[in-house]
C-alpha cells in the first residue's frame, strides 16, 4: 500500500508534487464483538499495540499543538484504472493548504479485511472505502462515524443520488456513508460483435430481448469448428444469479435477509436451470478452462460478452478497430422487468477521527457532480448520480449509460443489494461459488447441485451475527 501526502510547504513551492510513503500497518486479527455502531476498542481487538507512525507520516486526524496544519489521511483504490480517486482529493488539499493529506493506495479486493485489521490496530484512514457488501459488518464492528448530524448540518444534494445508492451506505436507520459509485450489476450489459452478427446473418441482439431470445442468440453464433462460444454468460455470485431471477419477479433471498431461496423457488430453479443449459445442453458458452482465459470478447473467441456498465469504455479499449462492436441491456422476463443489484461504493469517515468536519467536507467533495461527471468521462467509472448516468460526453460513443439510467429509472424492477440478516455475506457468497459453481459447468447432476447450494447457502444464513 502506498501513500501520498500533501502539505503546505510543498503546495508554496511545487503544487502538485507528491512524496511518496509507506504506511505502516499492525497485523492482527479481526475485531472481536461491539454493539451496532460503537467504535471497537484496539486494545480489546488486537494482541499487540499499533506500530506508531514513522516521522515522514501525518498522524491520523490530529491538528498540530499550535493550531497548526491537520494531518489526515484517505483510502483509495489501488487502480491504475480510477485516476479520478487520487486526482480528486489532491484538488481538495490544494483548496485545503491548512490539511496534510496523506492518500494511501488498497485494493479493492483486500478492503474488506484490511478495514477490520486498520480499526483494531487505530491505524483506519480518516476517510476511507467500502463496498455496500460488507459496509454494514464494518459499521456494526465500529468502523464508521455515523453522518447524519454532518448531514443535518451540511446537507448533500441527495435527490440527484440514485436511492439504493444512498440506503446501501445505511444501517439500522444511521447514515455510515455517501455513494460515489452504484452498479446494476456484473451480467446484465450485453456487448456483442456486430461484424460477427453480420457475418453470421443472425438478429442483433435488442433492449427488449427475453431470455429465450439471448438463449437462441448464442446458440446460433456458436461455432464449434472454429471454436466460437455465443455467450459467456456466467452467474459469479449469488447476487447476479438473484439479478436474473428478479426478471420473472422472484430473488434469490427473502426480503429479511434471512432465507435462500436457490432451491426452494421455482423462479430460482427455472433460472438455475437457464444458466446451467449454455454449458450443459447447448454448449454455446465457454467451460471451467476457457472461462478462465482472458480477452476472450477483444479476441473474437465469443461473439457477445454479458458484462457491467463500468467495464464498457475498457472493452471498447481492448477491442479498438478489431472489429465494430454495440451494447445493449441484458435480458428481460416476460413481464419486462430486469433485475439489477444496486452494487454502491462509499466514502466512510472512520469512527475515531479527530476531525469529523474536514473528513465530511471531503467526502462531499469527492462525492460532488463535477468529480462524478469527470470520472464517468475520464475512466468510464458509473456514478452514483442519475444525472451523471445522462451526461451527453459520456454516452458520445455508446449511449448505454443513459439507457441504464432509463431502465433503473422507470420504477418496475427490483433492485435492493441482497444482504444476508447476519450481515455475513463473505461466507455467503464463498459458500454460493464453492457449491453452485460445478452445478452450472456441469460437473455434477444439476438437481444434486441445486439442493447442496441451498442447504450449504442457508446454513451461513442460520448463523448469528459475528
Not at 489521511?73 to 487520487?86: C, G
Not at 462515524?145 to 448533500?156: H, S, V
Not at 478497430?321 to 461504493?345: E, H, I
Request: glycine share 8%; with cysteine.
Amino acid at each position: 500500500m502506498a501513500g501520498s501526502i500533501i502539505n503546505r510547504r510543498r503546495l508554496l513551492t511545487s503544487i502538485g508534487l507528491f512524496a511518496v510513503v509507506t504506511p505502516v500497518l499492525a497485523a492482527c486479527g479481526g475485531g472481536a464483538s461491539a454493539p451496532a455502531g460503537a467504535p471497537t476498542s484496539a486494545a480489546a481487538t488486537s494482541g499487540a499495540p499499533a506500530t506508531a507512525p514513522t516521522p515522514t507520516q501525518a498522524v491520523a486526524g490530529q491538528a498540530a499543538p499550535s493550531g497548526g496544519p491537520v494531518n489526515m489521511t484517505i483510502a483509495v483504490y489501488a487502480d491504475a484504472s480510477r485516476p479520478w480517486m487520487k486526482k480528486w482529493p489532491k484538488k481538495w488539499a490544494e483548496q485545503n493548504p491548512n490539511v496534510n493529506l496523506r492518500i494511501d493506495e488498497i485494493a479493492y479486493a483486500d478492503m474488506n479485511t484490511k478495514q477490520l485489521a486498520e480499526l483494531a490496530a487505530g491505524t483506519l484512514q480518516d476517510v476511507n472505502f467500502s463496498g455496500n457488501k460488507w459496509l454494514r459488518y464494518s459499521a456494526y464492528k465500529g468502523a464508521f462515524y455515523a453522518m447524519d448530524d454532518l448531514i443535518k448540518a451540511k446537507p448533500y444534494d441527495k435527490n440527484d443520488f440514485i436511492p439504493s445508492a444512498v440506503t446501501g451506505g445505511a444501517f439500522e436507520g444511521k447514515q455510515y456513508g455517501l455513494p460515489f459509485e452504484w452498479n446494476p450489476g456484473n451480467i446484465n450489459v450485453i456487448v456483442y460483435n456486430k461484424d460477427m452478427v453480420q457475418a453470421k446473418g443472425a438478429k442483433e441482439p435488442t433492449d427488449t430481448m427475453t431470455h429465450e431470445d439471448y438463449t437462441e442468440f448464442a446458440s446460433t453464433m456458436t461455432d464449434k469448428s472454429k471454436g466460437i462460444y455465443g455467450t459467456d454468460l456466467w452467474p459469479g455470485t449469488y447476487y447476479d444469479f438473484g439479478d436474473s431471477v428478479r426478471d420473472l419477479g422472484g430473488d434469490v433471498m427473502s426480503d429479511d435477509g434471512k432465507k435462500f431461496l436457490f432451491g426452494t423457488d421455482p423462479l430460482c430453479r427455472q433460472v438455475a436451470q437457464w444458466f446451467t443449459d449454455f454449458r450443459v445442453k447447448y454448449k454455446s458458452a465457454p467451460d471451467r478452462a476457457g472461462m478462465q482465459q482472458e480477452q476472450l470478447f477483444p479476441t473474437g473467441k465469443i461473439a457477445s460478452t454479458a458484462t457491467n456498465a463500468v467495464s464498457v469504455k475498457s472493452i471498447a479499449k481492448q477491442v479498438g478497430n478489431k472489429f465494430k462492436w454495440a451494447a445493449v441491456l441484458g435480458p428481460v422476463g416476460p413481464q419486462g422487468l430486469r433485475g439489477y443489484d444496486s452494487f454502491s461504493a462509499h466514502w466512510n469517515i472512520y469512527a475515531k477521527t479527530k476531525v469529523p468536519d474536514k473528513a465530511y467536507d471531503l467526502v462531499l467533495f469527492i462525492t460532488s457532480k463535477d468529480c462524478a461527471t469527470d470520472a464517468l468521462r475520464s475512466d468510464g467509472q458509473v456514478p452514483a448520480r442519475i444525472s451523471v448516468w445522462r451526461d451527453p460526453e459520456a454516452n458520445k460513443d455508446s449511449d448505454i449509460f443513459k439507457r441504464v439510467a432509463d431502465w433503473i429509472s422507470d420504477g418496475k424492477s427490483k433492485g435492493p443489494f441482497p444482504i444476508p440478516d447476519n450481515l455475513r455475506y463473505t461466507e455467503l457468497e464463498t459458500t454460493y461459488e464453492n457449491v453452485a459453481f460445478p452445478m452450472f459447468y456441469g460437473e455434477i447432476p444439476f438437481e444434486e447441485g441445486l439442493q447442496k447450494t441451498q442447504q450449504e447457502c442457508q446454513k451461513v444464513m442460520d448463523q448469528p451475527r459475528g
